[in-house]
């Protein structure tokens, strides 16, 4: 079956430090691959994403990039912001029609100080 | 575009009520939505599939008779936590798809928090 292993948090850095939050996966085929941020008492709200291999998703500075040899998509920001400051999902889906559901990491809780 | 809209966002029942939970799909048909529980500090846990015209499909440990769903048209699904107790709190989020996309994200509703005293 799939399954998503992400790093675990929660991960507390400093204002315009470097962010990478690792993420390797498990699946049958080809999957789709996802990064979802969710901020205090919201839904997901969806990050970046990448649907082959060596493609890069990027979305408000965040990067992550599919690599299908290492089974991989981790996150990277250069300098995190207060803002960024929430929780962060990658997740896979598969690409067959009728298995649309999502696999979901654990999630990494991000604490970003001035 | 791909707009969810999720209502109530939170809810306080007393134990013992039934409680609905409504997920739309606003700019979209989604054949097919999905739902979640998170519990505090944890990742999402999908409990059911939810297909338009169909019986939802569950995943395994989520009791049917307690947590029905309905998927009474393209834009709508609901869930009802039926005779709830504590345990039962939790944030409950919905999603959908757009049909006929086996590559694009989920639009995920903004959730709903349950509280059963």
């Known amino acids: 079956g799939n399954s998503v292993t992400q790093m675990e948090g929660p991960v507390t850095l400093s204002e315009e430090a470097f962010l990478t939050i690792n993420c390797t996966y498990t699946a049958t085929g080809y999957p789709s691959l996802f990064w979802y941020v969710q901020y205090p008492g919201e839904g997901l709200q969806l990050l970046l994403k990448a649907t082959k291999a060596d493609d890069k998703g990027s979305n408000k500075g965040f990067e992550a990039t599919y690599r299908k040899e290492t089974t991989s998509f981790h996150l990277e920001k250069g300098s995190v912001q207060v803002s960024d400051s929430a929780v962060y999902f990658c997740a896979l889906k598969g690409r067959s029609f009728g298995n649309e559901k999502l696999t979901f990491g654990t999630g990494t809780r991000l604490t970003i100080i001035p | 575009g791909a707009v969810v809209s999720q209502h109530p966002s939170w809810v306080i029942c007393k134990s013992g009520t039934s409680v609905k939970i409504e997920c739309r799909s606003l700019?979209?048909?989604?054949?097919?939505m999905f739902w979640y529980r998170q519990f505090p500090k944890q990742s999402l846990m999908l409990m059911a599939t939810?297909?338009?015209?169909?019986?939802?499909?569950?995943e395994q440990g989520v009791e049917k008779d307690k947590f029905l769903i309905n998927h009474a048209s393209l834009t709508l699904s609901t869930l009802t936590v039926t005779s709830a107790h504590p345990e039962d709190s939790s944030f409950y989020i919905c999603?959908?798809?757009?049909?006929?996309?086996?590559?694009?994200?989920?639009?995920f509703g903004n959730g709903t928090r349950l509280t059963v005293t």
């Open positions: 939810s297909n338009e015209g169909s019986k939802a499909t569950y």
């Open positions: 999603s959908a798809t757009l049909p006929g996309t086996p590559n694009s994200p989920l639009h």
């Open positions: 700019d979209f048909q989604a054949t097919t």
